[in-house]
């Protein structure tokens, strides 16, 4: 089976260009419907699955994004590669806005989502020591030199719940942890994305310097969105340089992330639920 590419894009990111025999398609999935039809098509000979995160013309909050019909819909389309574009505050000087980073760890700060396929009668636990796979992230760096701009390798992403933007505090407090980002959406899509042995990656887009920065005030929108959009071209460069960097086969990931559910399911084979194994089988059927 030949690798598939999915792309989520985020804020200011609703669409991909130069895809051949593009279109979008509605669907639907057992844990209901994405945030918006998905945008399938080819470049450079490789299938690529793309889904705003938001939906486009931005509908849906980081709260009710349903992130777990958005990373079953891409299971669902056969991804095995999927890369997140997130638009993120900077909790770094060092980070300016206009750089991208590709992120490797994650503080989940959500509280008000739901975070996993599994449930009572199918209780799983998977790997999460290291949340995105190393081989994928290297493209996301490779594909972003090859466009240009700053390119930060490896940082950590606060997850928070928004839709409100932090406190003076809270910002001071997560710089404190040593984290180098902020969004509102990296969580859970990332965890999900592992249930279901999806290879992922995050490149953050910076947009900002949230609220410690002393030469900056609390973050503006209209600020946040003007950076967005001007990110959103290297952001599609980057995009359409990652398939000639994935063609062919899909083999075995150096890091497991496709055989995450390996020995991950806890539940007696007698005592699962069948309806959670039905639900769960467009994710984890591989192992059930
Ligand atoms: C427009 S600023 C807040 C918004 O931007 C980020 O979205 P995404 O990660 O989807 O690019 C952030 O997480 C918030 O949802
Ligand atoms: N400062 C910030 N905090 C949370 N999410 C963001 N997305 C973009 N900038 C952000």
Redesign the pocket.
Known sequence: MDKVIGVIGG?GLYDIAGLEDRQWQSMDTPFGAPSDALLTGWLDGVKMVFLPRHGRGHRHL?STVNYRANIAAMKMMGVTDLVAM?????LKEAYAPGDFLVVDQYIDRTFAREKSFFGTGLVGHVPFAHPTCPRLSEICLTAGQEVGGTLHMGGTYVA?E?PQ??TLAESRLYRSWGADV???TGMPEAKLAREAEICYACVAMI?????WHPDHDA?DVAQ?VAT?HANAERARALVAALPSRLKGPQTDCASGCNRALDGAIMTAPDRRDPEMIEKLTCVAGRVL
């Open positions: 804020s980081p997130s638009a993120v505050g900077s928070m928004g933007f932090s902020i969004g509102m947009t900002d310097y949230d609220c973050v946040v967005a």
